[in-house]
């Protein structure tokens, strides 16, 4: 009789460690692209829930080396500065939330964040990556 009243309370503390309602939310990021052609960086997901977050970045481009920022935008439509010369955003003037960088062709690299709800970009930051499409946004709800 013990044995049993112990294996269930394990079994329901497993379940509960199992539902997806305590487990974090995982983003799969692929980021590709060449040099002097257009360039992605795609989510699998738009929108996701505020939480604990795994940024699962995979760079599937043949010879180009990329990174993943996590900037928390004021608001979806805040406007992006620029560096022109060095053909770059201006993340000093953003808040970065941490990123994946220096990943080369063919690897995978994580980011874990903790969500607010707001908007969020991802970006390339590598000098042209950005210009060639490598940003998305991610919407972030309670």
Known sequence: MRFTRYTIAAAIALACIATPSFAATVVKVVEGGEGAGPMTLTLDQSTVKAGETTFMVHNDAMTEEHEMVLVKLKSADQKIPYLDAK??????????????SELKPG????????????A??????????????MHAVLTVTD
Not at 120 to 133: F, M, R, S, T, W
């Open 87 to 100: 053909k770059r955003i201006d993340e000093k003037h953003l808040k970065s939330m941490g990123e994946v």
């Open 107 to 118: 690897a995978d690299g994580t980011l874990k964040a903790k969500l607010a709800p707001g």
């Open 120 to 133: 969020y970009l991802l970006v390339c930051n590598i000098k042209g990556h950005y210009d060639a499409g």
